[in-house]
C-alpha cells in the first residue's frame, strides 16, 4: 500500500467516523446510536439480581461482544484522526476511553462493569446525526440562555444554601435525634429534600414548634422556584430576541443586529430607505 | 323509501351526530357527553370491591345499557358518514370502536371491562360543544406553542434522561441493595422520581454520600424545572404577540402593533378607512 | 331620639363599621383583624386534645366572648346599612352569619364549632384595611390576569384530567391491589398525587411495567407544569403592559391607552405633536 | 507612637478588613471565606454522634482557633471603623458578634456551640469579594424585582393561607384523628405539605371524600404555583428592560432602547456624537 493510498484511506475512515455528512457516515452514526443504546441497557439489566443469575453468560457475552466494537472503533478513530494526541485527551476521547476499560478492568475488579454506564455520555456525541435538523439550533439557545443566567443562578443558590444551613440546624436544635433529625447535616439534607418540594418523609418534624417551621420552609421553597424561573424565561426571551436581531444587516457599513423596525443603521447612520 | 328520502333521512342523522350547530345537535352532544361520563364514572366505581359486591348487577345493568346505546351510535356514525370507511379508520372512529368492544369481550374474558375507560377519549369528541365559545381558540393558542416549543423540549429532555441514567447507576453503586437500590433500573426509577421532585419516599438514600449526591440532584432538579417552563413561557408570549400582530399593518408606513380596533396608524397618522 | 338624630347614629354606625377612611373606622378594622384572627386560633388549637382536656373552659369563655361580639358586630350590621336585606343576601353577609351560627349550634350539636374556621373568610373584608395602600391595585391585576387566563387553564385541566383518568386505570390493571392499587378511583388519585409531584408513597408501584409507567407520568407532570405557569406570565405581562398603555390620553378625543411611542391617535388621527 | 502613625495604623487595617480594592484586602477576603466555611464545617460535623465520639477534642481545639481568630477580628473592626458603635450595632456588626458569643457560652451551656452556624451569615459580608465581577449587578437586579413583586407576592399568600386554613379544618372534619389528622394545627400542616407539593406521606387522606378534596388541594397547588412564577418573571422582565432602556436616549427624537454600542439614532439616524 502506497503512503497516499494510506492516506486517502485514512481520510475516508475519518469521513465514515466523525463526520455524518455522506450516507455511510450517517449509516455509522445510527448504526453507533443503536449500539450504545443496547449496551447501556444491557448494563443496566445485567444489575437486577433475578436477571442476573439466569442470563449471565448472555450479559457476558454481549458486553464482549459491545467492547470489542467500541475498542476497534477507539482505535480507527486515533488512526484516522490527523492530530491523534488531541483527540485522545479531547472530552469525547476520554468519554470514549472510558466507554471500554471497564469491561477489561472487571476482569479484575468485581462490579467494575457497573461503570459502563458512561458510555451513555457517547449519545451527545451521536447528537450529531440531528445536525441538518433544527435541534442543535434549538439546543445553542438553549445554552446560550442558561450560561447568560448563570451568574442570577448562581447568586440565588448562594442565597438558598444560606437558608439551608441556618433552617437545617435550626430544625436539629428544636427536633433533636428522637425525630430523625440525628445531626447537622442531616438535619440540612432534610431541609433540602423539603425547600426543593421533594418531601420523601422518611424524617418529617415531629413537634409542633418544627411543623410550624416547616412550614415556612416549605411555603418557602414552592415561592423561591419562582426565581429561577424567571430568570430562565427572561434570558430565553431576551436570547431569541437577539438571535431575531441579527437578521438584518446594514448594506452601507455591512454591521448586523438591527431591530426590525429601525429606519437607520445604529452604526454608521446610513438611511435604510434609500436601499430599498 | 325512495332513494331521496334515503339520503335525506341519512344527510339529518349527519347533521345531529357530527355537527352542533343546530339545537338538535347541541342536545345530541350534550346528551353523549353526560352518557360518556356517567358511563366512565360506572367503570371506575365497578372496580371498587366494596361496590362490586353489593351493586354488581346494577354495574353491569348500566354498561350494557351504555354499550347498547354507544354500538348504535357508532353503526348510526358509519351509515351517515358520506366515507364509511374514512371514519372508521380515522382517530376518533377507532375511539368509538375500542369504547364499545370491551363489554362485549368481557363474556369471555374476565377484567377486560375495564378497558372501557377509554371512553374518557370521546370526550375530546364532545368538546366541539364549546366551538362557539372562545375555548377551542385558547386550545389553539395552546397547542401551537407547544407544538413551536417541541424541538427545544426534546433536547431538554434527551439532557435529563442523560443525567437520570448516569446519576442513577452512580446512586446504585454508592448505596446498593441494602438501602433499596436493587438495580441500576430501580435507581434509575429512584433518580427520576427525585428530579422530578415526586419523591415518594420508598426508596431514600442512608449513607452520607448517597445523600449529598440526592441533594445535589433535587436542587438540580429544583432548578432545570425553570427550563421548560422558560420555553413554554417565551413561545406562548411569541404566539399570542404574532397573533395580534398578525392582523393590522399600516398600509402607509407599514408599521405593525396596531390595536383591532384603532383607526388611525399610531406612527404614521394615516386614516385606515382611506384603504378598506 | 328625634328621626334626625336616629339617621345621623345610624350614618356614624355605618362610616365606622363598613368604612375605613375614619380613624375610628381604622380602628375598628383594627380591632376586627385582631379578633377575627384571636378567634380561628382559639378554634384552631380548641381541636388538640391535650389542650383541650387541660383548658376547655378557657376556650369556651373565649369562643362566647368572640361570637356575642360578632353577633352585636353582624346587628349593627344590619341596622346600619341602607338596603338591609341586600347585606344579608351578599357574599360578605353571609360569611359574617355563618361565622356566628355555630357556636349557638354547638349547644345542640357537638363538634359543630369546628365550622367556626370560616371565620377565617372575614379577613377577606378585613383586607379593606390595605385600601390605601397600593395591594387593592395589585391584587386586581393579578385578579384580572387570572380571570384573562382562565379559559386557558380550563382548556388544560381538561387535557390533563383525561390524561389522569386513563393513567390512573392503566395502573390499575398493572399493579392491582398488591400493590395498593384497590381500585380504579384510588388509581386516579395516585396519579393525581404523581403528576402533581406532591409523591406521598402511602402507595407506590412495585412491578417494573408499573415504575416505568409511573416514571413517563412524572416527567410529564414535571414538564406540563410549564403550561399554566406560561399562561400566567404571559398574561400578566399583557396586563401590565395594558395597564401601561391607559396612562396616555388623546387631548383631542380623550380615548386612552396609547403606546407610549405613539405619534398619533389610534382613534382620531390627531397628531400628538401638536399638542406638546 | 505618635497620633499620625496611630492613625496611618488605624487606615490601613481599615482598608485590609473592610475593603477588598487592595491585594492585602482581596487576600484577607479570601483567608475569612476559607476560615467561615471551615468553620461552619466543623459545627456541622461535631453534631455527628460518631464523629463527636473519636474527634472530640480535635472539633473543640479547632472550634476555639476560629473563635479566637474571628474575636480578634471583631475587635480589629471596631477598633479601625471611623464609627465604632454605628458598626457594632450594624446587622454585620451583629452577626460578627453573635458569631464568637456561642463558644464562650459553651463554656457554660451545653450544645449552645450549635449556634455557631450563625457563621454562615459572615458569607454574605464576604460576597463583597466579587465585588468586581457582575455578581453585585445580578443581586441588585434580582433583589430589585423580588421587591417590586413584594405586594403582588403578600396578596397571592394572603389568599393561599386562607385556603390552607379552611381546607385545612374541612380535612379534619373528614378525616379525623383515626388518619392521624389530629387536630386542626396538624391538619394545616398537612395542607401545606401538600399544597406545595412537598407530600410527605407521614398523614395522608384514608377516606374516598378525603381523598378527593386532597386531590383537588393537589391540583390547585400545582396550578397556583404559576402565579409567583409569573409574578418574578414579569416583574424581572420589567426591571432588566427598564436598566436597558434608562441607559440611552435619542436627544433628536427622544426614542428609548438603543445599543449601548449604537452611534447613530436607528429612528432618526441622529449623530450621538454631535451631542456628547
Not at 440565588?156 to 439551608?164: D, K
Not at 424561573?229 to 431575531?244: D, H, Q
Amino acid at each position: 500500500m502506497t503512503q497516499a493510498k494510506k492516506h486517502s484511506l485514512r481520510k475516508k475512515i475519518y469521513t465514515i467516523i466523525f463526520e455524518a455528512e455522506t450516507p455511510v457516515g450517517k449509516f455509522f452514526d445510527i448504526a453507533l446510536l443503536i449500539l450504545i443504546l443496547s449496551s447501556v441497557t444491557v448494563v443496566t439489566l445485567e444489575s437486577v439480581v433475578e436477571l442476573r443469575k439466569n442470563y449471565l453468560s448472555v450479559f457476558l457475552t454481549l458486553e464482549w461482544i459491545f467492547t470489542i466494537i467500541f475498542t476497534i472503533e477507539y482505535f480507527l478513530r486515533i488512526y484516522s484522526s490527523p492530530k491523534p494526541f488531541k483527540y485522545i485527551f479531547s472530552f469525547f476521547g476520554l468519554v470514549d476511553l472510558l466507554s471500554i476499560i471497564p469491561t477489561y478492568l472487571s476482569l479484575f475488579i468485581l462490579g467494575s462493569q457497573y461503570f459502563l454506564v458512561i458510555r451513555v455520555l457517547r449519545l451527545l456525541r451521536v447528537a450529531r446525526i440531528f445536525k441538518l435538523t433544527r435541534f442543535i439550533n434549538e439546543g445553542q439557545v438553549l445554552s446560550k440562555a442558561l450560561r447568560a443566567s448563570m451568574a442570577k443562578i448562581l447568586v440565588f443558590l448562594g442565597v438558598v444554601l444560606t437558608i439551608v444551613v441556618i433552617v437545617g440546624s435550626m430544625m436539629y436544635i428544636i427536633e433533636g435525634a428522637k425525630s430523625g433529625f440525628t445531626s447537622i447535616p442531616i438535619s440540612i439534607y432534610w431541609t433540602i429534600v423539603t425547600l426543593t418540594t421533594v418531601g420523601y418523609g422518611d424524617i418529617a418534624p415531629q413537634s409542633a414548634l418544627g411543623q410550624v417551621l416547616a412550614s415556612f420552609i416549605m411555603i418557602m421553597g414552592y415561592g423561591i422556584i419562582a426565581v429561577p424561573t424567571g430568570i430562565v424565561s427572561v434570558e430565553l426571551a431576551k436570547t431569541e430576541r437577539e438571535a431575531l436581531a441579527t437578521t438584518k444587516v446594514c448594506p452601507n457599513c455591512h454591521k448586523e443586529g438591527h431591530f426590525n423596525d429601525a429606519n437607520y443603521c445604529f452604526n454608521c447612520g446610513y438611511s435604510f430607505s434609500n436601499f430599498q
